[in-house]
């Protein structure tokens, strides 16, 4: 289900389209009771239609709404268990991501910007790891900068897994995915983005 400019759902107005993810479209949207500008994320039609990609989306909505952070989007609402689409209401963050940034310059990121992105990625995860809770997509695509503070970084819900950022250990098939393995991710993302590369 793609919502258009205008189209109402869940009592929210939408503006535009964001972005698209693994599990369905994050959207521009305003909340007219609070006549706030929203991101909301809408689960995809057929992820809503199975079980268990909509008790994981649900679950990491939740575990989200935890956490409490400058470095962290802020959740505000989510859909009620009974809604026939999950979705997500989460702080607008509007200087896009590190990816966009990066194509957008056409080439590296300043170090002093790559080495500000990491310290508040690392910052972001650590107050995670100690709620017991891991981000499981650290990439360039999943750090938000938010223009209206000094292009502060803002790391976005967790996703899907994605083993490229897990650590080597858990490539080579040793151990969990755990806080060490996030950690390596804030390593090997700004150093991707100080060599001019989103996809690493």
Request: aromatic share 4%; net charge positive.
């Amino acid at each position: 289900m793609r919502l258009e400019p205008g189209a109402e759902f869940a009592g929210f107005t939408i503006e535009r389209t964001l972005g698209n993810g693994g599990m369905g479209i994050v959207y521009l949207a305003r909340n007219p009771r609070l006549n706030r500008l929203v991101a909301l994320k809408v689960l995809g039609e057929l992820i809503a239609a199975d079980t268990r990609g909509r008790t994981r989306f649900e679950r990491e909505a939740a575990l989200a709404a935890r956490l409490e952070h400058p470095n962290i989007v802020t959740i505000y609402d989510r859909a009620p268990s009974d809604a026939v689409v999950p979705w997500i209401c989460m702080k607008y963050v509007g200087g896009g991501d590190v990816a966009q940034r990066m194509s957008e310059r056409g080439g590296p990121l300043p170090d002093d910007q790559a080495v500000g992105i990491l310290a508040d990625a690392a910052r972001a995860l650590d107050h995670a790891h100690r709620n017991g809770i891991l981000h499981r997509d650290v990439q360039p695509g999943n750090i938000l900068l938010d223009h209206t503070a000094g292009d502060l970084a803002v790391l976005t819900a967790a996703r899907w897994h994605r083993m490229m950022w897990s650590g080597p250990r858990r490539l080579r098939g040793r151990g969990r995915v755990n806080g060490r393995g996030r950690r390596w991710g804030t390593t090997v993302c700004p150093r991707a983005g100080a060599a001019g590369s989103s996809a690493c």
